[in-house]
């Protein structure tokens, strides 16, 4: 069983193409309601950096290219969660599971998901926006055969974890302006925080 720390908390999933804008309004769900924010982008790249034996191994798996394998990045996430359990008032995974056997591993090794919130825009408006960002970030993976690779590659895998949790899915049009979206999110946030602060209280 998990953690009773974690099991009362909102877990929420962000999913979106890459460009999607969930970077912008993980930042906005944060200042509203106090969720900590998890990516394992982050926290792979904060182990490395420790010099554990962990950190070690990682080091070493990534510089043969290779993908760090789910059981590490999943003791990764459930350690951060436990670790700042008692402070978060829910927590916002961004950016995972990026495939459907991750979904099913991380409600097995650490909690249910109770949202799930996806961005949804066009690949003609993602690739866009990731030219438009190359523009600035210099970034080698910013052009436009990379791009369309890589959304190909999101949507393959996302697509399969949707279809997982047909109960707990929102889709957002990530389309519209910030603040249209972001009044999308807190109409899904709102009962759900609620909710769990009685239960807190309780």
Known sequence: MPPVSIANKP????????????????????????FTHLSTGDLLR??????????????????QGQLVPNDVVLDLLKEAMEARAAKAN?????????EKSQGIEFEKAIAPVTVIIY???SC????????GRALSSG???????????????FLDNNQQV???????LRRINAEQGVDAIFAEVEQILDPITSGAAVAAAN
């Open 11 to 34: 877990i929420v999933w962000i999913l979106g193409g890459p460009g999607s804008g969930k970077g912008t309004q993980c930042e906005k769900i944060i200042a509203k309601y106090g």
């Open 46 to 63: 904060a182990e490395v950096k420790s010099g554990s034996d962990r950190a070690k191994n990682l080091t070493a798996i990534m510089e």
């Open 90 to 98: 829910g927590f916002l995974i961004d950016g995972y599971p990026r």
């Open 119 to 121: 961005f949804e825009a």
């Open 124 to 131: 003609d408006t993602l690739t866009k926006r990731l030219l």
């Open 139 to 153: 970034r080698a993976d910013d052009n436009e055969e990379t791009i369309k690779l890589r959304l190909k590659t």
């Open 162 to 168: 949707l279809d997982q949790y047909p109960d707990k």
